[in-house]
DNA sequence: ATGGTTGCTTAGCAA
């Protein structure tokens, strides 16, 4: 049985204590993390390997910034799509462990969906998916994890008519989100929750968490082999509770995989 | 329509 689970933390440093003490109690073989905030060495390596873990970082100052973790080895990490868009945003690293590739993405938000950061998402989305058709293979087990910044339906989302016109849940995002799934990738949570949700996000602004205001935008989609080896998927809502909670809950599934392979 | 909160950096941006 292998646990993989994926959680923007929203700033390591600020989350610190909450990571260590996360991993000690849920005992991921995989974690995937988004949004560090920092860099490579403002990253808690010691206390992440204190814990049992190995890291792959694509680290980066201020925003942006992903992670692998695993109890098991790491190997062959890549970060970036090493095609020709000149790309200074951490986003994206990965690794293989237990015979299975595994990604960590923080797609771009979008912002208000007028400007440069809109069509950097929609482009991102598009770079993503000509990454995994031209060094991937569908039949292959591999985990795509992370904070994809849309919400796939209006089942995600729990007050879809406030949320429709925005970058979350635009018709653009959500083709970009079906392509994902067309390319071979399984959206294992929806299959285990066919209702919808759970939700994973709750903004700051307006209390959303309090408000129940909440949105499915962090995801774990498996190529076919793994995704058939899925036997359950949650999320960790007590995670957004407390004090200094992320906005991010942890997302996590579970498969019938051996630790081995 | 606007506002509300958090984090990084230090007044403004990003989410």
Redesign the pocket.
Same mark, same amino acid.
């Given at each position: 049985m292998l646990k993989i689970a994926t959680w923007?933390v929203?700033? /390591?440093?600020?989350?610190k204590e909450r990571l260590l003490s996360w991993l000690q109690r849920e005992m991921p073989d995989v974690l995937s993390l988004q949004?560090l905030? /920092?860099e490579a060495d403002g990253f808690p390596l010691a206390e992440v390997q204190d814990a049992g873990y190995q890291a792959v970082l694509n680290a980066q100052?201020?925003?942006?910034g992903v992670a692998l973790l695993a109890k098991r080895e790491l190997l062959d990490g890549q970060s970036g799509f090493g095609d020709a868009v000149e790309d200074t $945003?951490a986003r994206h690293v990965e690794a293989t462990v237990c015979g299975l590739r595994v990604l960590s993405v923080y797609a771009?938000?979008?912002?208000d969906g007028a400007g440069d950061?809109w069509t950097y998402k929609l482009a991102w989305l598009d770079r993503l998916l000509a990454y995994l058709e031209r060094t991937h293979d569908p039949r292959a087990p591999l985990l795509l994890c992370g904070?994809l910044?849309i919400a796939p339906d209006d089942k995600d989302v729990a007050r879809p008519d406030a949320w429709k016109h925005t970058v979350l849940c635009r018709p653009e995002v959500r083709d970009a989100f079906a392509r994902l799934l067309a390319w071979g990738l399984s959206d294992v949570m929806r299959a285990h929750h066919p209702e919808g949700g759970p939700y994973t996000?709750w903004?700051?602004?307006?209390?959303g968490f309090q408000k129940g205001n909440g949105l499915r935008i962090d995801h774990i989609l498996a190529t076919l082999p793994l995704a058939a080896a899925c036997t359950s998927a949650g999320v960790d809502r007590n995670e957004r509770k407390g004090t $200094?909670?992320?906005?991010h809950a942890p997302v996590y599934a579970l498969f019938d995989w051996p630790k081995s392979a």
């Open positions: 923007n929203n700033s /390591v440093k600020a989350r949004e905030k /920092v100052k201020t925003y942006n $945003q771009p938000n979008g912002g950061k904070d910044n996000w903004d700051y602004r307006m209390l $200094q909670p992320s906005d």
